[in-house]
């Protein structure tokens, strides 16, 4: 059975979600709801380093996220992917388009 556990942490500038295991379409109804509140409220960086797989419900996420950050004038940031996350997000055309980081310190 797929599991997506979430960690939430707060900067001065940002929310932090690290997230581990599947994002799927089974499992990212909680992630989706916490990601597009507080996109709306900061900066939001997702620590993708614990990600075994995103299926396209996940990126559908990412993309919302992304546009509505733009929206109201904060950023969506994608932090240390796995292989696996990294392969799923190539898969869309857009990694050009995502802000890919290293650490929370590269956050604007």
Known sequence: MDVLTITEKRGANYILLELGGVISSYTFVDFKAKAYSYIQETNLVVDLSNVQSIDSS??????????????????????????????AINSTGFTDTFNIIHSVTEVV
């Open 58 to 87: 996940g990126l559908g996420v990412f993309m919302g996220v992304f546009n509505d950050g733009e929206e109201c004038g904060n950023v969506f940031y994608m932090m240390n992917p796995s292989v696996e996350a990294l392969n």
